[in-house]
């Protein structure tokens, strides 16, 4: 089984502040990680993933996240936030042989001018 | 935008009826994967298709079906509708349907069973 938690049910920072969304992750073997960005009545929006390699991973709209195996989180960052940042972010885990996406309950960011 | 469309956007029917959402994938894209979000459930896998082929079967309720055709659009067969029901459902697609590869995702299809 596989599953994730987003601690956090919102985020509220000040326009230009650093942003941190929570995410810790429990799977058997190597997971594959990712995060999503839902914009009201839209779809979500793929930001970027962790499958191997640099724990480091660079995504769209000046989004990071880092993976850190030991404390099993993969936290989405941004280094000044933007009040087009408001959104629900969905981090996601799946892995090896497994098809399906399992999402934790989703962060409702706010970004305040 | 995603490239990925689903139709129709909004559907309100009544409980016990039938309904069809339909899915098309980004171009070239062999997998179809379809989600629901409700409020209580929040985001959950119900089924996945490859080149034409059930792969996998997550939380999907026998009342509902899937298919995916020749052309690999989707359609999620939803039937004997219940208030439980109402919720956003997703469609995602990806070029081949392997594990680690991005699922890009349509706009939904918002269902209101009343």
């Known amino acids: 089984a596989q599953s994730v938690a987003q601690p956090e049910d919102q985020v509220n920072v000040a326009e230009g502040n650093p942003l941190t969304v929570k995410c810790t992750y429990s799977?058997?073997?190597?997971?594959?990680l990712f995060w999503y960005v839902q914009y009201p009545n839209r779809g979500l929006q793929f930001l970027l993933k962790?499958?191997?390699?640099?724990?480091l991973v660079k995504g769209s709209y000046g989004f990071e996240a880092e993976f850190n195996k030991s404390q099993t989180s993969f936290h989405l960052k941004k280094p000044s936030a933007l009040v087009s940042d408001s959104a629900l972010y969905f981090c996601?885990?799946?892995?090896?042989?497994?098809?399906?996406?399992?999402f934790g309950a989703g962060t409702t960011v706010t970004v305040r001018a | 935008d995603s490239g990925v469309t689903q139709t129709p956007k909004h559907l309100i029917t009544a409980t016990g009826q039938r309904v069809t959402l339909r899915c098309s994938p980004r171009?070239?894209?062999?997998?179809v994967y379809w989600y629901q979000q409700s409020l209580d459930q929040g985001l959950q896998f119900l089924i996945h298709?490859?080149?034409?082929?059930?792969?996998a079967k997550g939380n999907i309720l026998e009342r509902f079906s899937a298919q995916q055709f020749p052309d690999l659009h989707s359609e999620l067969n939803l039937s004997s509708l219940e208030l439980g029901d109402s919720a956003l459902y997703f469609c995602?697609?990806?070029?081949?349907?392997?594990?680690?590869?991005?699922?890009?995702f349509g706009p939904g299809t918002r269902l209101l069973v009343l």
């Open positions: 996601a885990v799946s892995r090896s042989n497994d098809y399906k996406l399992s």
């Open positions: 298709y490859y080149n034409g082929e059930e792969r």
């Open positions: 171009s070239g894209d062999l997998s």
């Open positions: 962790y499958i191997t390699g640099d724990n």
């Open positions: 799977v058997s073997g190597n997971p594959y």
């Open positions: 995602a697609s990806s070029a081949t349907g392997t594990t680690a590869e991005t699922q890009y």
